[in-house]
């Protein structure tokens, strides 16, 4: 960017004061906004009618639940995911037309944003060998190029089956149940570099990968703690739950080191009286600690609670210490070796802070500590969220009604596909299953996550990279290096609704496949269908989509996969693939013999759905040691910085959701008109010589190699000193791909040690 360029762009950016609260009026305006300036006011009103109903579809956008009783018309979503569904729903369309007109190349130059905004694909598309430009072909070429390239593969093995967490468990198991037929077990899926972590510390303490609390839980809870989450903008609807938490006399502790507006008020949309006052304040305490830091915070009140125990506060639930947990001692001896002051200087918040969240905890035993990227995202993330489960399981907060863990999950259904089969893991009990039921071997040998694969793949030990959905290259770090990893394969694919940068880096051969989008009507020889999809609390539920499809030439994620499936292994094969992806019902068939807690899947998904199976809802360990959930001891500790070197987190902007950019304002945070912006302490841009909006790079050095961005604004804010924060995924080439989460290999997005480039 030239120096005139970089004024220009300056003086188009406007900083605000950060917003002193979320949704309200403004909220509403928004939402409808881009939904009419995408769909138009009819069609428009149709989709948001529809939206998260009975009978209905299901929010394209994150994973909250939807009440399990009354639903309001007009009522169940949220500004972003009105905004998510009018990016799918849009009237505009990216046909080979526009891929006569932009090649790959150039189209490379474009941002997000713009290539988001170049509307729904409408034509199967293929780039051949040494091609400039994608052309239309026919599905049934499509199909036959991608057989013919795995079917060429000297090991299965060679084979990379992303999965993202928009599809639906009748697409998800079908892909699956292919993958481990064609004979690998390399299936990456979002999970990898979101709460996989979460995953790995659940499964390993309470038994189980998921959360324990159902929504409903939040109203009786007497302490909520929010960290490392930004509900406001990521899970706006989880703001209600907080505001009736708050209304029914219960506190919200919240954790995170950036202020954000939806955890300091809430208007709620669907109250007309907030709309005429305050709303609702939602934090009671808030301990804005340093970046990576949030293990040494949760230590130090273990370390105050188990005082207060010691002189005689009933702050500790013995008896569900002795009847259901292990380890209590041990974790009793550690935190006797810590030292408090320690812990509190390393976590950056005051001591007077800490002890009013520990007074707000000690009496209470109905806690339930939500959690997102914030904690997931670090080299210390599983042991940091044992800590919270420590927490809980002293207070005997789990498997109580008002009480539990809620790691908040992302997209739409990425729960839902990790349970019915999406993993890279081993599981003797569904291979057990898949022999019984289907006849098939599946491989027992761990494959591939994210990060594996894309250096798989850099590597050339994987050639061919199929993506039921997503946009893995804007997802995953180290941008650079994960784009010359895509390019080394002979053969990319990528099912999609609409054009992401993840299609602009091919293999030697490249397919982009546009399938139908959540909202849109699914019929096949003039019967409807409906898919199935798994909320953040393990519910269950249909979906159903009301719009006209934006093509006709759109094929549905199920058929896709079945006709992928029956050209790779041909017609004779033991699993009739291509009546299974048409028909939905013998799919969930499948998975009800395949997949404990999916009985009779079809008769209960026509009433209102069916929680799944959680044992630590009921209070049941017997898959650990000794039948007991499991207290932990950690001595890891945060991150170290020399004088020069910042902590750098990567954050979402407010017109964001995952890598969907809808605009280029944060209106929360006060930042208009760009994303090249980083969050800056007014102490740390004083020390440096820096004013509001002066141009910096950053810079980090692992392994001896330098990844550097350049070109971003300074804006000043509230976040500690030597922390960074900024937006992804522009900020994505700075995270390398071999710097994960100890034991969950989850990308270290939360914290990057960085330094500043100074003009």
């Given at each position: ?35 009419i ?89 293929y ?9 239309e ?13 795995l ?14 967490g ?46 324990s ?6 109203k ?6 929010v ?15 907080l505001?009736e ?5 219960g ?5 995170n ?8 008020r ?9 709309y005429f006052?305050?709303g ?13 830091q ?8 273990l370390?105050?609670l ?17 009847q ?11 935190l006797?070796?810590?030292?408090y ?25 109905k806690?339930?500590?939500c959690?997102a ?21 002293l ?8 009480g539990?863990?809620c ?19 081993v ?8 022999k ?18 894309i250096?798989?793949?850099y ?10 959905g997503?946009?893995?290259?804007s ?13 080394q ?32 009507k ?7 269908r ?29 058929e ?33 013999r ?21 044992n ?13 959930a ?15 070197e ?11 959701f ?7 304002h ?6 208009y ?29 692992y ?7 350049h ?5 000043p ?18 995270i ?6 100890e ?17």
């Amino acid at each position: 960017m030239s120096f005139d360029d970089s004024s220009k762009m300056k003086s188009k950016i406007k900083i605000t004061p950060p917003a002193s609260f979320a949704a309200g009026a403004k909220g509403v305006q928004v939402a409808l906004k881009h939904a009419i300036d995408e769909m138009g006011p009819v069609k428009a009103m149709k989709a948001l009618a529809k939206l998260n109903q009975e009978k209905g579809f299901d929010c394209p956008g994150c994973a909250w639940p939807d009440p399990d009783d009354k639903r309001s018309l007009f009522a169940e979503y949220c500004e972003n995911g009105a905004k998510a569904v009018a990016e799918e729903a849009t009237n505009k369309r990216t046909g080979p037309d526009f891929f006569a007109d932009h090649s790959i190349a150039s189209l490379q130059s474009w941002s997000d944003y713009e290539l988001g905004k170049s509307g729904r694909l409408t034509h199967p598309l293929y780039k051949a060998p040494g091609a400039s430009h994608y052309v239309e072909l026919s599905w049934s070429k499509a199909f036959d190029t991608i057989a013919r390239n795995l079917n060429a593969l000297k090991d299965p093995n060679e084979a990379v089956f992303y999965t993202s967490g928009r599809s639906s468990n009748e697409a998800a198991f079908l892909w699956g149940l292919f993958a481990r037929a064609f004979g690998t077990n390399n299936m990456p899926d979002c999970s990898n570099m979101c709460h996989e972590s979460s995953g790995v510390a659940l499964s390993q303490t309470l038994g189980i990968g998921k959360g324990s609390v159902v929504l409903d839980d939040f109203k009786h809870a007497d302490v909520i703690i929010v960290a490392g989450q930004n509900p406001g903008t990521n899970h706006p609807r989880m703001l209600s739950a907080l505001q009736e938490c708050k209304l029914k006399g219960g506190k919200v502790i919240t954790i995170n080191p950036l202020e954000e507006a939806g955890l300091k008020r809430f208007k709620n949309p669907q109250k007309p009286m907030d709309y005429f006052t305050q709303g609702t304040s939602i934090t009671d305490v808030f301990l804005q600690v340093k970046i990576n830091q949030d293990l040494s915070l949760v230590k130090a009140i273990l370390m105050a609670l188990l005082k207060m125990h010691r002189e005689g506060w009933a702050t500790f639930d013995l008896d569900f210490i002795k009847q259901s947990t292990e380890g209590y001692e041990a974790l009793v001896n550690h935190l006797d070796q810590c030292d408090y002051d320690q812990l509190i200087a390393q976590s950056g918040v005051s001591k007077e802070e800490v002890q009013k969240a520990v007074e707000l905890l000690a009496p209470a035993n109905k806690i339930i500590c939500c959690w997102a990227m914030g904690l997931t995202q670090h080299h210390n993330a599983v042991d940091t969220i044992k800590q919270f489960v420590n927490l809980l399981l002293l207070k005997g907060s789990v498997g109580i009604k008002g009480g539990g863990t809620c790691p908040v999950r992302g997209h739409s259904n990425v729960q839902g596909d990790r349970t019915v089969g999406i993993m890279h893991h081993v599981s003797p009990q569904l291979n057990a299953s898949l022999k019984e039921v289907f006849n098939i071997q599946a491989p027992e040998e761990t494959g591939l996550d994210v990060v594996a694969s894309i250096q798989a793949m850099y590597e050339k030990k994987a050639k061919v990279f199929v993506a039921l959905g997503g946009n893995l290259l804007s997802a995953v770090s180290d941008t650079h290096y994960a784009q010359a990893a895509f390019e080394q394969c002979a053969l990319t694919v990528s099912i999609a609704t609409k054009l992401n940068r993840s299609h602009l880096a091919c293999g030697n051969e490249s397919l982009i496949l546009p399938t139908l989008g959540r909202s849109e009507k699914d019929v096949k020889n003039g019967k409807k269908r409906l898919v199935t999809v798994e909320n953040s609390m393990g519910k269950v539920h249909a979906s159903s989509g009301h719009l006209t499809p934006a093509s006709k030439l759109l094929m549905s994620e199920p058929e896709i996969v079945g006709s992928i499936a029956a050209a790779t292994l041909g017609e004779g094969h033991q699993v009739a693939w291509k009546e299974l992806g048409q028909d939905y019902a013998k799919i969930r068939a499948s998975i009800s013999r395949v997949i404990k807690g999916f009985e009779a899947y079809n008769q209960r998904i026509m009433k209102d759905g069916f929680y799944l199976p959680n044992n630590a809802r009921e209070r049941d360990f017997s898959k650990l040691p000794n039948g007991r959930a499991q207290f932990t001891v950690s001595s890891s500790t945060g991150i170290e910085l020399n004088e020069d070197e910042f902590l750098l987190m990567t954050i979402r902007s407010h017109d964001q959701f995952n890598t969907t950019i809808y605009g280029m304002h944060d209106r929360y945070r006060g930042v208009y008109n760009s994303r090249d912006v980083i969050f800056m302490n007014r102490a740390d841009m004083s020390e440096y010589g820096l004013s509001k909006l002066d141009q910096i790079g950053l810079v980090s050095t692992y392994d001896g190699v330098e990844r550097k961005v350049h070109g971003f604004y300074v804006v000043p804010y509230d976040i500690p000193r030597q922390n960074l924060a900024g937006y992804f995924p522009e900020l994505n080439p700075l995270i390398p791909i071999n710097q994960t989460a100890e034991q969950s290999n989850t990308p270290i997005s939360k914290s990057v040690k960085v330094k500043v480039l100074l003009p």
